[in-house]
């Protein structure tokens, strides 16, 4: 990565063309996979995470049982071939840390009590990584978890903030990131507007990080309507061919 | 303690079908599962494939990056193949470093590769004794119903005949698409009950009392051989389980890849 400065945005528009406040594509499909209870691929401009649900399911270790409720796993993993430059494959310090507040955005909607002493086993790949892939891990996460019928209170959606050339943008893709001056990715309940995951990198001053905040928010309700719609018609579908 | 006894009944199950010449899922003995595959999946990989053999999900990405070359070949890239069984793919998988059964599967890829001489290492030169091209084959499980060899083999070879040497990318000129000299493919043929069967599911292969993997190439020649499970095997039968793992390989390699 060379590391000279270039310009984010010009005439009023983002290298990619888009809106300060627009999201980049996405695409959900939910029940991807076989051998999981629950599964889902989410793409986020050019990020691609699949996460799968297993569970809930006995406990191993014993000792990492809670005898009042489930305990929730998260488990975040890029492919080799999924950056740049080759990642050397399994974790490192940076996907625990990932995996760890993933997991803490996720435990506040899961009614793990109806559980006792069980794992929920969450598990995201990303294939490939443009900027995001935590929160693109979240979004699929999220879905996964429904998809695999475990009780929750409701979704978690999760975009990032940034600040780019001076302006706050929402949902950074890998050049906006690597040259720009702020990230921060977000996590949120939409129904009850509770923000469940919260992190930043870089410098924003006070009014920028509310203004950020609430594009954020903005953008985590546009991807929990998505994340609705491909629940709602995986099921009608299933639903019709039974 | 549920799971052993739904185990153990899936696998008589499997067991009696075969017995009364038949599959669960109404395949012949050598009839694969249907394959699909999808290339260049991944843009960040220097060539990449999706592989799909009924429910059996692999994705194989390839990575070309410039390294120093091992001191005993100065003169000859290094093809290094990876594969990791994540927990995503199935429960049976667990994190954590490497198990037996992800080393066996990424060993047996290299090997009907290396033993193909697929690749010209000496091509992979840059700098004697310093700079050579470093190729990652690195196999990503998605979803494992069974058969997880012959699906990586076979994105292996399909991403590596899609590479393109990023010379470029490190200011490096030369000639960037992967010269590839042959294309061999992995067949599994498992044994249950005494009949012979190709391309096993999930519950195939834990009945399955033996089973070899063969690797064979465009010259019909084998590459690259693996046997496993709990039983030995007669002469007879593997002579029989080669014939088969070409016979196969033939047929998957005139659909699905080019002739070199």
């Known amino acids: ?242 | 303690m549920g799971q052993e006894v739904i185990e153990d009944i899936r696998k008589d199950y499997v067991y009696d079908l075969i017995e009364q010449g038949k599959r669960a899922d109404g395949r012949g003995f050598l009839d694969f599962r249907d394959i699909t595959v999808e290339r260049d999946l991944i843009k960040k990989a220097d060539g990449s494939t999706r592989v799909q053999i009924g429910d059996t999900v692999v994705l194989v990405g390839v990575k070309v990056e410039p390294g120093a070359p091992f001191p005993d070949t100065p003169n000859k890239g290094v093809l290094m193949t990876n594969a990791e069984l994540v927990p995503l793919a199935s429960p049976e998988f667990e994190s954590g470093p490497p198990g037996e059964n992800s080393i066996e599967l990424a060993r047996v890829v290299d090997r009907g590769i290396r033993g193909s001489e697929t690749i010209d290492l000496e091509k992979l030169c840059i700098e004697e004794g310093e700079k050579v091209w470093m190729v990652f084959i690195d196999i990503h499980t998605l979803d494992n119903d069974g058969n997880l060899v012959d699906a990586a083999a076979l994105g292996a070879i399909m991403s590596l005949l899609n590479v393109t040497i990023p010379y470029e990318q490190y200011g490096l000129t030369g000639e960037d698409t992967l010269q590839i000299r042959d294309t061999p493919v992995a067949v599994t043929v498992v044994e249950i009950g005494g009949n012979l069967l190709v391309d096993p599911n999930v519950y195939e292969e834990s009945a399955a009392t033996s089973k070899l993997t063969v690797i064979s190439n465009a010259d019909g020649s084998i590459s690259g051989l693996q046997k496993s499970g709990s039983s030995g095997l007669t002469e007879e039968k593997i002579v029989k389980m080669i014939e088969i793992g070409i016979e196969k390989a033939r047929e998957i390699r005139e659909k699905y890849l080019p002739k070199i």
Not at chain 1, 38 to 57: D, I, T, W
Not at chain 1, 111 to 139: C, F, H, M, W
Not at chain 1, 207 to 233: D, N, P, S
């Open chain 1, 1 to 242: 990565m060379k590391e000279e400065k270039i310009e984010l945005i010009k005439d009023g528009k983002r290298l990619s063309g888009r809106g300060f406040e627009e999201l980049r594509p996405i695409k959900i499909d939910v029940g991807v996979l076989k051998r999981a209870d629950g599964s889902c691929y989410f793409e986020l401009g050019n990020n691609k995470a699949l996460a799968a649900v297993y569970g809930p399911r006995e406990m191993h270790p014993r000792h990492f049982q809670n005898a009042k409720m489930a305990v929730v796993k998260y488990r975040y993993n890029m492919a080799p071939f999924s950056v740049d430059d080759r990642k050397r494959p399994g974790p490192d310090r940076r996907s625990q840390e990932i995996s760890m507040v993933s997991r803490k955005a996720l435990d506040p909607v899961i009614l793990r009590e109806l559980y006792p002493k069980t794992a929920i086993e969450v598990y995201v790949e990303v294939l490939q990584s443009d900027a995001g892939t935590r929160t693109a891990g979240i979004n699929a996460a999220s879905v996964a978890l429904a998809d695999a019928g475990i009780p929750m209170k409701d979704l978690v959606s999760s975009v990032a903030i940034g600040k780019i050339d001076g302006e706050v943008v929402l949902d950074l893709d890998a050049k906006e990131d690597n040259f720009g001056e702020a990230d921060m990715p977000v996590a949120m309940i939409a129904r009850t507007n509770t923000i469940t995951l919260l992190q930043m990198d870089g410098r924003l001053k006070k009014e920028e990080f509310e203004r950020g905040l609430k594009i954020a928010m903005t953008g985590c309700r546009k991807i929990y309507e998505l994340q609705r719609a491909a629940l709602v018609e995986k099921y009608s579908k299933s639903g019709n061919e039974e």
